[in-house]
């Protein structure tokens, strides 16, 4: 059981770059989510996906999009990278997005946009 | 969402209690109040949450004021690997979101 995985770990990409991040659970969880963490600062939600099939924004989700491939992967695509998207992203899972339940988290992807 | 208020940071001697205090005076009656820790370059992970009664559980004991509107993480003997920042969060379902603020950076000294 490993949890949530992400991939890559590091990446480095000059701007105008596209890329995808890549994150799968494998609780059978319904909710997934994306959120970003610049330095010294708390996590913010760019996009979430309550269930397989859907997928809604977050408090910060310019400049990206998702997919909810099945119903164990969400990726996050950058479709033309710019510097202030240098941060830390890390992906959540949880089983139906309800108040009392627990988010589980990936190790996370350090990205730098040069 | 409602709005918490942590101390930026505190410092603990190891194997000695820490209680984290965290003020949500907007907090709704449906929210439940959680806690994540995140450790030096790691993900945040769950520590405890509860509604409106005091909680235990095998990493912390969560207490809760009568009027809901502030909340204690007690950590009963701190170790060097409980070293992390600590979040306290209302979390509402309908917004389907853990909302981050700054946390309270938790210093452990041997």
């Known amino acids: 059981n490993a949890g949530v995985t992400q991939t890559p770990k590091f990446q480095v990409l000059k701007t105008g770059q596209s890329m995808t991040l890549q994150c799968a659970q494998d609780m059978n969880h319904n909710s997934m989510y994306w959120y970003r963490q610049d330095p010294g600062m708390g996590l913010r939600l760019i996009y979430y996906?309550?269930?397989?099939?859907?997928?809604d924004k977050g408090e910060v989700p310019n400049g990206y999009n998702v997919s909810r491939l099945n119903k164990r992967e969400f990726s996050l695509r950058l479709e033309s990278a710019a510097p202030s998207q240098t941060s830390v992203y890390f992906c959540?899972?949880?089983?139906?997005?309800?108040?009392?339940?627990?988010?589980?988290f990936g190790p996370g992807t350090r990205l730098l946009v040069l | 969402d409602a709005k918490t208020t942590q101390p930026n940071s505190m410092e603990s001697n190891e194997e000695e209690p820490v209680h984290l205090p965290c003020n949500h005076s907007?907090?709704?009656?449906?929210?439940?109040i959680h806690w994540y820790r995140q450790l030096p370059s790691q993900g945040p992970e769950y520590v405890i949450h509860?509604?409106?009664s005091n909680v235990n559980n095998r990493m912390a004991s969560l207490a809760i004021a009568e009027d809901r509107k502030s909340s204690t993480l007690i950590l009963h003997r701190a170790t060097l690997r409980d070293a992390a920042v600590y979040y306290c969060?209302?979390?509402?379902?309908?917004?389907?979101?853990?909302?981050f603020g700054g946390g309270t950076r938790v210093l452990v000294k041997p």
């Open positions: 996906s309550a269930s397989e099939g859907t997928t």
């Open positions: 969060i209302p979390f509402k379902a309908a917004g389907n979101k853990l909302t």
């Open positions: 907007t907090i709704s009656g449906t929210d439940y």
């Open positions: 509860g509604l409106t």
């Open positions: 959540a899972s949880t089983g139906q997005g309800r108040e009392w339940e627990t988010q589980y």
